[in-house]
């Protein structure tokens, strides 16, 4: 496994010479099966680069670039067991095929050159400050506290194009930056991460819930973090809880575009037990 890894990794950095022949809808594909394994999210991001080297409809273009960042993203966030600067190289390659799309949308640095730009280049800002957050972290944390200036730029940049992006994605990076950042205030971030929750609901099988399960494992650890809102973390709790107990066939109806992730953070629900007790005592 390692190894196949370590493979995915270098090909990350090559251009395939298959993916000329490949069409998106094959990348997407590819992409949609990320969770079979983390090689077939890196094959899907070299046939984006690919097309988009080719393409020259500017929208066109810039979308391939942006699903070439959410791909390299899916890669790094795999790739725990690698050495330091394979991490780092991966999540660079994510930030780089942001610009790629920011140079094609923005009139200037945040501001989308048409209306109709406004929404792509929130993703674009989305998935750069994704893949920078991922990198800071990689490098260290005094590192991550140099780079939040950045990540808070385009945070903001995103509020103004366009804040419904990925899920309202911007206010749960911003909530769960505010629970990390050491001079920035938790109650804001706990605000910030509401908007992101209260957004986002949907009901699957009587049990209603954000539709982003990191938004939902999130929200519960700036609640248990504040501990002035006890009510609603139980309420949370039990509700993420519910979704868990019913298995994969539940978690396929809940976000069946996310089921990767999902399953990812239904894990570190169950293995979180910081969580599971502060809802034993105080639920």
């Known amino acids: 496994m390692k190894k196949l890894l370590l493979f995915t990794l270098t090909t990350l950095f090559l251009t395939s010479s298959f993916a ?13 099966r990320r969770g079979e394994g983390v090689e077939l ?32 993203y899916f890669v790094g966030t795999r790739t725990a067991d690698e050495p330091q600067e394979a991490k780092l190289a991966v999540f660079q390659r ?46 260290g944390i005094l590192v991550s506290l140099g780079q939040w200036p950045t990540l808070k730029k385009h945070l903001n940049y995103m509020i103004a194009l366009d804040e419904t992006v990925e899920s309202y994605g911007v206010y749960r990076v911003l909530g769960r930056a505010y629970m990390k950042i050491p001079f920035e205030s938790n109650q804001q ?5 509401k908007k992101a929750y209260d957004n986002t609901l949907v009901t699957v099988s009587d049990i209603t819930l954000s539709k982003n399960s990191t938004t939902v494992v999130y929200y519960l650890d700036l ?61």
């Open 41 to 72: 999210a890196a094959q899907a991001a070299d046939i984006y680069e690919a097309l988009a080297q080719q393409e020259t409809d500017v929208l066109k273009k810039a979308d391939l670039y942006i699903s070439m960042s959410d791909a390299v």
């Open 94 to 139: 994510g930030m780089d095929a942001a610009k790629e799309a920011f140079a094609l949308l923005e009139l200037e640095p945040g501001v989308a050159k048409l209306e109709e730009y406004k929404t792509p280049l929130s993703r674009a800002n989305y998935f750069f400050s994704a893949n920078l957050g991922k990198w800071g972290e990689t490098k």
């Open 223 to 283: 609640l248990m973090k504040l501990g002035n809102d006890d009510e609603t973390f139980c309420e949370v709790f039990e509700s993420f809880s519910d979704l868990v107990d019913g298995g994969e066939e539940l978690l396929q109806l809940y976000a069946p575009d996310r089921l990767p992730e999902t399953k990812k953070d239904v894990n570190d629900f169950v293995g979180n037990d910081t969580v599971l007790e502060y809802f034993d005592e105080n639920c």
């Open 189 to 193: 971030g706990l605000d910030y991460m």
């Open 20 to 32: 000329f022949a490949n069409t998106v809808e094959e990348a997407d594909e590819l992409l949609s």
